[in-house]
């Protein structure tokens, strides 16, 4: 076991009763302020997004931009290809015959868009992360059974671990539990 000198704070957790009960106090942890939280639960909830202040995903913005790539870098390269590298005059075809292209055209963006999703959403996501601190409880193992819970953490401006842990214990939080991060 690791001594208090080597481990820092990580932050408080605090399980609730239902998916409801956590909604609730989502909302009630966004309008107090703070900024480094979140929610665990073993299943999406409707209307989580919202009651926690979360702004839309940029995911759909990187798989545009990727698709687009996708598209003109194929085109670029079939038109380069037909028309300077190879050229040949087929059945009396113009060198550049875009008709031609579009199947090629269309599955370069179909790739490069499902590249631009998996990359993308692991890189917003910060993943692959092999160990978080809330690891280190043992009711946390319940997030994706039966249990749900909140997190808040210590880097968080307005973090106070008397305030937070009677802020949640305030909204139906129930085994109120603070984290540490044990240093390597």
């Not at 790739?111 to 959403?121: C, D, E, V, Y």
């Not at 994706?144 to 671990?161: G, R």
């Amino acid at each position: 076991m690791a001594t208090s000198s080597s481990k820092s704070l990580f932050g408080v957790l605090a399980e609730f009763e239902s998916p409801a009960h956590l909604l609730q106090a989502a909302e009630k942890v966004r309008d107090k302020g703070f900024k480094h939280w979140d929610t665990h639960s073993p299943f999406p909830i409707h209307g989580m997004d919202k009651a926690m202040g979360l702004k839309d995903s940029k995911l759909g913005w990187i798989v545009l931009c990727t698709g687009t790539l996708g598209v003109a870098g194929t085109h670029l390269l079939q038109w380069w290809s037909a028309v300077y590298a190879y050229p040949m005059v087929i059945s009396g075809k113009p060198l550049n015959s875009y008709p031609a292209f579009i199947p090629v055209t269309f599955e370069g963006g179909i790739l490069l868009s499902a590249f631009g999703a998996i990359f993308g959403m692991l890189a917003i996501n910060k993943l692959p992360r092999l160990y978080h601190a809330l690891f280190t409880s043992q009711q946390f193992k319940r997030a994706t059974d039966d249990a749900f819970f909140i997190s808040i953490e210590s880097k968080d401006p307005q973090f106070n671990l008397e305030d937070v842990q009677v802020l949640l214990s305030s909204l139906g939080g129930k085994n109120i539990e603070v984290i540490h991060e044990a240093h390597a």
